[in-house]
């Protein structure tokens, strides 16, 4: 079986990849990091950069865990998740969630929710 985490390059992914990380190595599971971005902003700040990719994937290593990292930019990060959750068979998701007001989550949606709803597995949202 398999854990996934949407990861993103700031306190929350960090919290989803500590607890995901955790999940994985207690079952001795392959760990599915998702980290994208749909590329509409010049900056997004939760894609990480590649360096960063590199020294997370190292530390997980490090750890013992089989690690798969999957950074790329896509169409719909939610979905990305969501696929990375269905192709590996994951047992859970793991996913950061931070507080938004209802206006907000209105605007601009939010990865988290839609995961939670639409996973085909259960999730786990962690704070940091």
């Known amino acids: 079986m398999t854990v996934v985490v949407a990861y993103s390059a700031d306190q929350f992914g960090h919290a989803a990849v500590e607890h995901g990380a955790r999940e994985a190595l207690a079952q001795k599971e392959l760990l599915v990091v998702v980290?994208?971005?749909?590329?509409?902003?010049?900056?997004?700040?939760?894609f990480a950069p590649d360096e960063e990719i590199r020294t997370l994937t190292a530390g997980l290593e490090a750890q013992g865990l089989e690690v798969e990292i999957r950074h790329d930019v896509v169409a719909d990060v939610a979905d990305a998740v969501?696929?990375?959750?269905?192709?590996?068979?994951?047992?859970?998701?793991?996913?950061?969630?931070?507080?938004?007001?209802?206006?907000?989550?209105l605007i601009m949606g939010s990865v988290a929710q839609r995961v939670i709803l639409d996973a085909d597995c259960p999730v786990l949202a962690v704070k940091p």
């Open 35 to 46: 980290n994208a971005s749909t590329g509409q902003k010049l900056v997004d700040s939760r």
């Open 82 to 105: 969501l696929a990375a959750a269905r192709e590996s068979g994951a047992r859970l998701v793991v996913v950061g969630i931070r507080k938004r007001t209802p206006v907000g989550k």
